[in-house]
């Protein structure tokens, strides 16, 4: 008579070695991904409880297999040779078997965790929840896309952060090309690029400035078209937030390049009143920072706005002569090159020069910009002389 022993130590230190492998794979991830990955408590039931329940049954059915085997008789009989290998002395080499498929089991699930929590699996699953939901209902999954900012702003500078902004383009491009798209879906992953580029343990590097940069344009050539658009507004206001405070960490190219994008706007009135503020805000910036590059540039996309419009006045009056004063004050060079500018545009406002220069600088000392309203005073005093 054949009795089987079972392995009970072994098979009770693979238990509880696949019970706490999800705990022990989740303390090797960086802290920015466990905490999304903590959030997903499904995914981690099903890794914790799959491996377990395989490694269960396979034991149940390792010890029902050697039962039968017993009760039936089959290994006395000697017609299984096979089966008195595997049976005996107490069964050993079958549940060495066993044990040696709970370990494949459990290399398996380490394998499996390791590529599941890898930070691009990660990402792509967020981006592909938000997916699946604009498929559906024609928006994004508003949690997956604050995860993704999450993610991006603790990850490290460089191709991790650069990760996330590929993930969020491709979610602004799908919201974009849907047939519900009104121009006003994006608030929430426009305001988070700032977040993942300035917020967190590390901000970007130039390279991510660029994306954004890139990313920013997408959405403005898009939001463009749309006839009512707050989602423009937020990428302006966005793009003129990331230009101001890419000085004087970036090179000039990366604030040009967001100038650029602001070039790709239209020239109907909220558009334009958006774009000449944002040029106002980089080019006056710029001038603090002493790049010049970068001033002229603006300045001149400022000045092609102006012309491009029936009339110059108002808010984009007000930007165009307070980025002028800007320059003025910096020097005789300055004024020169400002001064033919500002002779070329003077027939192009509603109301005379003087009038405007005076209008520009209460404006500016009611919204509190009291250094462009000095600035303004002494433009407006040297026309009057």
């Known amino acids: 008579m054949i009795n089987v022993k079972i392995p009970l130590d072994a098979l009770t230190t693979i238990f509880i070695f696949l019970i706490g492998l999800p705990a022990l ?6 802290p920015e991904l466990r905490e999304i990955v903590r959030k997903r408590r499904l995914q981690l039931a099903v890794f914790t ?8 049954v396979t034991v149940a059915l390792g010890v029902w297999f050697s039962q039968w085997c017993v009760d039936k008789k089959l290994v006395e009989t000697g017609k299984y040779p096979l089966l008195r290998t595997l049976l005996q002395e ?6 060495i078997w066993v044990l040696l498929f709970l370990v494949f089991i459990s290399g398996l699930s380490a394998m499996a965790l390791t590529d599941k929590w890898r930070r691009e699996m990660v990402i792509e699953a967020l981006q592909e929840e938000a997916l699946g939901v604009l498929r559906r209902h024609g928006r994004l999954l508003e949690s997956q896309v604050k995860n993704l900012i999450q993610l991006g702003k603790q990850s490290e ?3 991790d952060k650069d990760l996330v902004l590929q993930a969020l383009a ?12 009104e121009g006003r879906q994006l608030e929430a992953l426009i305001l988070g690029l700032e977040d993942v580029l300035l917020l967190g343990r590390q901000k970007g590097s130039s390279e991510i400035f660029r994306t954004a940069a890139d990313l920013l344009s997408e959405v403005v050539i898009f939001a463009t078209k749309a006839r009512y658009s707050s989602d ?29 994008a602001l070039d790709l706007l239209s020239a109907d009135k909220d558009a334009a009143t958006w774009m000449s503020e944002a040029l106002f805000e980089i080019g006056s910036h710029a001038v603090t920072e002493n790049q010049m590059l970068v001033v002229m540039a603006a300045l001149s996309k400022l000045d092609a706005l102006a012309k491009r419009l029936p009339r110059l006045e108002g808010e984009v009056a007000y930007d165009y002569l307070g980025l002028i004063a800007h320059l003025w004050v910096r020097g ?9 500018m500002l002779e070329e545009a003077a027939g192009l406002f509603a109301l005379p020069l003087q009038e405007v220069i005076q209008e520009a600088q209460a404006h500016c000392m009611q919204t509190a910009k009291f250094e462009t309203a000095d600035h303004l005073a002494v433009l407006l005093q040297a026309g009057n002389k």
């Open 90 to 95: 107490d069964g050993q080499l079958l549940w």
């Open 332 to 340: 005789e060079t300055a004024r020169r090159y400002v001064a033919k």
């Open 25 to 30: 794979l989740l303390q090797t991830l960086a």
């Open 49 to 56: 409880t799959l491996p377990i329940g395989v490694a269960g």
């Open 157 to 159: 500078a460089g191709k």
């Open 232 to 260: 423009l507004g937020w990428a302006v206001r966005t793009i003129s937030a990331l230009a101001r405070t890419s000085f004087p960490s970036q090179p000039a190219h990366i604030q040009r390049r967001f100038v650029d």
């Open 170 to 181: 491709q979610l602004a491009q799908a919201v974009q090309a849907h047939a519900r798209y």
